[in-house]
């Protein structure tokens, strides 16, 4: 689903571009993708294991423009991609098809200056829009700020995954699961 182009500005005044990202962008989005993995333990992936591809990225890019149950907002300063929230179908089956999954990640210099509250507006309201009933997410328990972003958005613990991540080191992550009901 394509995401029409708007200027955003944050609370400490800079002005970003917020949309779907593109073929063209592909570069930027992979780029981007890695330096959130090395800043935070916080995303699933290690900086390693995110496939530079470019065609790939084209692909998968070209895949969520086509795509009419889920929505990708990306953010830009100047042609750098810095942020990204998504909501996807959680399934095709009847009795699954209320729910969606979102996803959000910001490079760390784009923390607590109101970008993750801006993303997460966006793709709530575009939830409702597609008549989705309600949104999922997992959250590492140690995201205390992810966590209180989540519940500042109406968003409620449903459970706990424990041990969920293992890190390089050994150490295990639980995961708080969360949904917001629409």
């Known amino acids: ?21 593109e073929e063209k962008d592909s570069q930027t989005m992979i780029d981007y993708m890695v330096k959130t993995a090395e800043e935070t333990h916080f995303l699933c992936r290690y900086p390693e294991e995110i496939n530079p591809d470019l065609e790939h990225e084209k692909k998968f890019l070209n895949d969520i423009l086509e795509s009419d149950g889920s929505a990708f907002f990306s953010v830009f300063d100047g042609d750098r991609a810095v942020g990204n ?9 009847v009795k699954l098809k209320h729910r969606c999954d979102l996803a959000i990640a910001l490079e760390q210099d784009f923390c607590g200056c109101g970008l993750g509250t801006i993303l997460m507006t966006k793709a709530i309201d575009k939830a409702r829009e597609l008549g989705f009933g309600q949104i999922e997410l997992g959250v590492y328990a140690d995201n205390y700020k992810g966590l209180a972003l989540y519940k500042k958005m109406g968003f409620q613990e449903m459970g706990k995954t424990l041990r969920a991540f293992r890190l390089k080191g050994g150490t295990y992550i639980d995961e708080i699961n969360m949904v917001l009901f629409l």
């Open 1 to 21: 689903m394509k995401i029409e182009e708007e200027i955003i500005t944050l609370k400490d005044g800079r002005k970003l571009t917020l949309r779907s990202a």
């Open 85 to 93: 929230c998504s909501i996807s179908a959680h399934s095709k089956h």
